[in-house]
């Protein structure tokens, strides 16, 4: 699984609007453009739309306007051709349903199978391999209503790897997993992208952005802005992002510098007061807020 290179997919999000049956316009307006061989992060405070996309992506929710195309196909056309992966939030997977984990894996492989869905040699061999990628082998016959939150997110991963889609879309992936864990996920995303994979990845972990993503999509309900995570992933535009949104956020990496300084960049927001502020290790508590004051002057 890991060695194979696929075509590049190009995912076009053409000026989406989502009007949920309430009324509430969760998205509007929404454009942008990638290409398989990255990784993108989507950026955005709580309630400001990320499942939204994801789900309008796969087409569990149809825009009111705009299209979402994959190579110039309808999204519908995509999915069929299996070419697309989800690994949802957490909370929308009903968990109290008796499943064995290696079971929820084998689903990644029903797109591959007839209707009678008899697994073949080769379906159990990816879901084997995709498991063992999560480090989840182990607890293959566990029910998935057993596991904890972290290790349900890793089974999910192994069910879009099992898929073999040229996009695949994660909406928090990292929610509940160990730090350990995460890197390892983090590898494998990346060898992914290497292989020509489209990946784009709702995160809260913003700190970790700047080491693996390649590009950054920063999310309200629009894009904000979007482009390489060098130039758009500044704390400039994540204060236009996150302003006035109770947040911590801490960022790490020189790719957040223009210059040689290693310090990391870390910003605190809340309802009362902002601060942005430098600090020489990723715990730090807030001790100035010399930036905030620098961007508030501009
Ligand atoms: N089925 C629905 N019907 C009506 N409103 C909805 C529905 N699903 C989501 N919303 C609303 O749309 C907005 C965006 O929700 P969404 O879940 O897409 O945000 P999000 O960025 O993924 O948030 P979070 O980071 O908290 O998961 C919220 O205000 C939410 O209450």
Known sequence: MMNEHVNPVTL????????????HTAIHDVNFKLTGGTICALV??????KSTLFKSIMGMVKPNKGTVTLNNLPVMTALKKNIIAYVPQTEEVDWDFPVLVSDVVMMGRYGKMSFLRIPSKEDKRQVDIALDLVNMTELKNRQIGELSGGQKKRVFIARAL?????VLLLDEPFTGVDVQTENAIIDLLKALRDQGHLILVSTHNLGSVPEFCDQVVLFNRTVLNYGPTKTT???????????????????????L?????PRIVSVLTDDERAAVFYGEGKN????????IDELRKK
Not at 12 to 23: E, K, L, Q, S
Not at 44 to 49: A, K, L, M, T
Not at 162 to 166: H, K, L, M, R, V
Not at 284 to 291: F, G, K, M, T
């Open 44 to 49: 955005g405070v709580n309630g400001s739309g």
């Open 162 to 166: 099992a898929q073999q889609g040229n």
């Open 233 to 255: 992933f500044t704390p400039q535009n994540l204060m236009t992002t996150f302003g006035g949104a109770l947040r911590y956020l801490s960022l790490s990496g020189d790719k």
């Open 12 to 23: 076009n999000i053409n000026n989406i609007t989502v009007t949920y049956n309430n009324g």
């Open 284 to 291: 730090e508590a807030p001790h100035d807020n010399l930036l």
């Open 257 to 261: 510098h223009d210059d040689e300084d």
